[in-house]
């Protein structure tokens, strides 16, 4: 779907985060943020986001009552629409989750999950391969969403 990718870590140097193996097959940019900042106040993170010109950010990672949530309020504080998959976006305390959940609700943010983001791409694909492409992921997420 030629979505931006972007990694952002407190303090780890670029190519050491655990998620770079994964990832290294994608096109992605690496963002450090330094100690327990948002990585909101990482002006290259922020600059970098403005020159895409997307209005849509989805975010994901650790942990949703510090960075994820700080991140998002951020973001939708700058206009951006917010997403964040809660079951990609663990929570340090499971008390947290509901509390964040509703104030990332309450900032004009979104909480979803993978599959609904997914699903939604698949709708929106603009061709065949596209769509070929997100059906296998959508089927492995909705069947991991199974109760």
Known sequence: MNVPI????PGLQPG???????????SYRE???TGHNSSWQSVAF??????????????????LEHEVLATALHAVADSFEVYIPVDATPARRKTAVLVCQDRLIQAGG????????????????????K?????????????????
């Open 46 to 63: 922020t600059e970098a986001l403005k020159r895409e010109d997307r209005p849509v950010l989805v975010l994901a990672g650790l942990w």
């Open 16 to 26: 050491q985060h655990g998620f770079v193996e994964q990832l290294r097959r994608t």
């Open 110 to 129: 979104t909480p979803v999950i993978i599959s609904q983001i997914i699903h939604e791409w698949l709708l929106e694909a603009p061709d065949t391969d």
């Open 131 to 147: 769509r070929d492409a997100l059906a296998p992921l959508l089927a492995r997420a909705s069947s991991s969403d199974a109760c």
């Open 6 to 9: 972007f990694l952002c870590s």
């Open 31 to 33: 963002f450090s943020a």
